[in-house]
């Protein structure tokens, strides 16, 4: 290392810390024989690679509706899951970026029993809000909550049924028992709902927001904003002095409060305007792919959709390729109705794959005793950016298989309560999951919560449950391979595209190298991960 390099890395160290000028940095750095640009790239690098204390981070959510609620069991958009995620709630475990179970508000947790029994240890002294002291019970209580029988959370598909016992071992001791052998177990438990809260009498008391996580709830108004301040009892370490997140799910609206510096980071970038957002002033883009996606859930028990052929003419009638290019801008892949990629152990890519055959659909629609088709189809702008115009191109491209798509324009505020899971054809999307077992037991097992296609297939049903249980990693790959294969031939999940997410980030924020990929938003981790430079 030449004398230079030694001073710029020296440089490079003092200024993450705010104790070098930028032009005293680029002095430096052009002296070592670097441009102009390059070393003002440098100094900006330098200073937001070192985690700082304190300031107010605000951020513009493309999520949330008036009908939110501090209700765990209700969370179902990407407003309220930053609750439960690591802003005022804290699970008891956490996503790596390798998308690995790391201890959270657990300290430990150990097998036994074939992945049958589950030993959790609790952090002693993690602290809720207002005082009190996590306990074993109040998991119990949490745990009821979202899978006794009569829960209506949409966490109770995760476990598929599986749990046996839950009971708490003293004040730090959780034994879980399952009836069948579970290696993902402690993801499950990472989930956004599965948030720990104190409890009284075996019952969950959520209603004033007071979790363990890093921030304090100050304020929160459904639909429109959450403020919180930081947790000074907080068991690990996090940066911002206060946080607000706003829910801004007009595109325009959002774009306008980045660029106008009213928020520090948004989400769900316009791709329509990606590249005026992109070469905004202090800004990096965003842009993570993972297993994410947005789909068109076909319910298979309404008319047309309960005839086979039906649906697979839906498939082959819609060009993927091309909302991949005019709706993700390239910031994506196409889907082939499974719902994941290649991120995610044990996937795999179906044949046939379902590319753009107008004339395949035609026949198909004939073997079902149609010359053709008229279907009505769901669609906003609050399923996916450019949820609209992705309806209004499928209806195009479908216009050549002899089918007529009616393009029902959904207001964005009511749409997740009024036409997911109601309408029987519509626009969904779906956050990445870190599991084959819990992307597939949430979304398509028989009697989950957000089963949105009513697809109720037994032999799928029956290699969930083996393959959960499975320990050998063969057997396991293959009973994967064959249920992934029914979702892809039956199900009425048509999986258009995987979307990367694409956000814009101001140089006033500092963040790690790496970002999750389960989720958007760093995972949702973001409140505890970066920092204000």
Same mark, same amino acid.
């Given at each position: 290392?030449?004398?230079?390099?030694?001073?710029?890395?020296?440089?490079?160290?003092?200024?993450?810390?705010?104790?070098i000028?930028?032009?005293?940095?680029?002095?430096?750095?052009?002296?070592?024989?670097?441009?102009?640009s390059?070393?003002?790239?440098?100094?900006?690098?330098?200073?937001?690679?070192?985690?700082?204390?304190?300031?107010?981070?605000?951020?513009?959510?493309?999520?949330?509706?008036?009908?939110?609620?501090?209700?765990?069991?209700?969370?179902?958009?990407?407003?309220?899951?930053?609750?439960?995620?690591?802003?005022?709630?804290?699970?008891?475990?956490?996503?790596?970026?390798?998308?690995?179970?790391?201890?959270?508000?657990?300290?430990?947790?150990?097998?036994?029993?074939?992945?049958?029994?589950?030993?959790f240890?609790?952090?002693?002294?993690?602290?809720?809000?207002?005082?009190?002291?996590?306990?074993?019970?109040?998991?119990?209580a949490?745990m009821?909550?979202?899978?006794?029988?009569?829960?209506?959370s949409?966490?109770?598909?995760?476990?598929?049924?599986?749990?046996?016992?839950?009971?708490?071992?003293?004040?730090?001791?959780?034994?879980?028992?399952?009836?069948?052998?579970?290696?993902?177990?402690?993801?499950?438990?990472?989930?956004?709902?599965?948030c720990?809260?104190?409890?009284?009498?075996?019952?969950?008391?959520?209603?004033?927001?007071?979790?363990?996580?890093?921030?304090?709830?100050? =304020?929160? !108004? +459904?639909g429109?904003?959450?403020?919180?301040?930081?947790? *000074?009892?907080?068991? %690990?370490?996090?940066?911002? #002095?206060?946080?607000?997140?706003?829910?801004?799910?007009?595109?325009?609206?959002?774009?306008?409060?980045?660029?106008?510096?009213?928020?520090?980071?948004?989400?769900?970038?316009?791709?329509?305007?990606?590249?005026?957002?992109?070469?905004?002033?202090?800004?990096?883009?965003?842009?993570?792919?993972?297993?994410?996606?947005?789909?068109?859930?076909?319910?298979?028990?309404?008319?047309?959709?309960?005839?086979?052929?039906?649906?697979?003419?839906?498939?082959?009638?819609?060009?993927?390729?091309?909302?991949?290019?005019?709706?993700?801008?390239?910031?994506?892949?196409?889907?082939?109705?499974?719902?994941?990629?290649?991120?995610?152990?044990?996937?795999? =890519?179906? !044949? +046939?794959?379902y590319?753009?055959?107008?004339?395949?659909? *035609?026949?198909?629609l %004939?073997?079902?005793?149609? #010359?053709?088709?008229?279907?009505d189809?769901?669609?906003?702008?609050?399923?996916?950016?450019?949820?609209?115009?992705?309806?209004?191109?499928?209806?195009?491209?479908?216009?050549?298989?002899?089918?007529?798509?009616?393009?029902?324009?959904?207001?964005?505020?009511?749409?997740?309560?009024?036409?997911?899971?109601?309408?029987?054809?519509?626009?969904?999307?779906?956050?990445?999951?870190?599991?084959?077992?819990?992307?597939?037991?949430?979304?398509?097992?028989?009697?989950?919560?957000?089963?949105?296609?009513?697809?109720?297939?037994?032999?799928?049903?029956?290699?969930?449950?083996?393959?959960?249980?499975?320990?050998?990693?063969k057997?396991?790959?293959a009973?994967?391979?064959?249920?992934?294969?029914?979702?892809?031939?039956?199900?009425?999940?048509?999986?258009?595209?995987?979307?990367?997410?694409?956000?814009?980030?101001?140089?006033?924020?500092?963040?790690?190298?790496?970002?999750?990929?389960?989720?958007?938003?760093?995972?949702?981790?973001?409140?505890?991960?970066?920092?204000?430079?």
């Open positions: 290392m030449t004398e230079s390099e030694y001073k710029l890395a020296l440089a490079s160290k003092a200024a993450g810390h705010g104790k000028s930028r032009r005293d940095f680029v002095h430096l750095a052009m002296a070592a024989g670097f441009t102009l390059a070393s003002q790239v440098m100094f900006t690098k330098a200073v937001r690679a070192e985690p700082k204390k304190g300031g107010h981070f605000k951020f513009g959510c493309g999520h949330g509706q008036t009908t939110d609620s501090l209700d765990p069991a209700t969370w179902s958009n990407g407003f309220t899951f930053h609750l439960g995620r690591s802003l005022t709630g804290a699970p008891l475990i956490q996503i790596g970026p390798n998308n690995e179970a790391m201890p959270h508000v657990a300290e430990s947790f150990e097998p036994s029993d074939g992945a049958k029994k589950w030993v240890k609790l952090r002693k002294g993690v602290q809720y809000h207002d005082g009190r002291t996590v306990k074993a019970d109040d998991v119990v949490m009821n909550y979202h899978t006794g029988p009569d829960s209506k949409p966490a109770k598909g995760n476990f598929g049924g599986n749990i046996d016992t839950v009971k708490a071992d003293g004040d730090d001791t959780v034994i879980f028992t399952l009836k069948g052998g579970q290696a993902d177990f402690p993801v499950l438990l990472s989930d956004y709902h599965m720990v809260y104190p409890s009284k009498d075996g019952k969950i008391e959520w209603e004033k927001g007071i979790g363990a996580g890093p921030y304090v709830l100050k =304020n929160f !108004e +459904p429109v904003k959450i403020e919180a301040e930081i947790n *000074k009892n907080y068991f %690990k370490t996090t940066n911002f #002095d206060s946080v607000e997140m706003l829910s801004i799910v007009d595109q325009a609206a959002r774009t306008n409060a980045y660029l106008s510096g009213e928020v520090d980071y948004m989400n769900r970038v316009d791709l329509k305007t990606v590249d005026m957002v992109k070469n905004a002033p202090d800004t990096t883009l965003y842009n993570v792919s993972g297993s994410a996606h947005y789909s068109a859930p076909m319910q298979v028990d309404q008319k047309p959709f309960d005839k086979l052929e039906v649906r697979q003419a839906l498939k082959y009638a819609i060009n993927r390729q091309e909302l991949v290019d005019k709706i993700l801008y390239g910031y994506g892949s196409p889907g082939n109705d499974v719902p994941l990629s290649s991120a995610i152990k044990y996937a795999i =890519n179906p !044949e +046939p794959v590319t753009y055959d107008p004339d395949k659909a *035609k026949s198909l %004939k073997k079902a005793g149609m #010359d053709g088709l008229k279907v189809f769901s669609a906003s702008d609050a399923a996916f950016s450019g949820g609209v115009d992705a309806a209004l191109l499928m209806a195009d491209h479908a216009k050549k298989a002899g089918i007529e798509i009616n393009v029902i324009r959904e207001p964005n505020d009511s749409y997740w309560d009024n036409v997911w899971l109601k309408k029987a054809w519509c626009e969904c999307y779906w956050g990445t999951r870190t599991s084959a077992d819990q992307f597939l037991s949430i979304s398509l097992a028989a009697d989950a919560a957000w089963n949105d296609t009513h697809w109720k297939n037994p032999r799928f049903n029956e290699l969930l449950v083996q393959a959960r249980s499975e320990l050998d990693e057997k396991r790959a009973e994967y391979a064959e249920a992934l294969q029914l979702v892809h031939d039956d199900g009425g999940q048509m999986v258009l595209m995987f979307n990367n997410y694409v956000g814009a980030i101001n140089a006033n924020l500092g963040h790690p190298d790496k970002f999750n990929t389960d989720l958007d938003d760093d995972g949702g981790y973001l409140w505890e991960r970066w920092w204000k430079v």
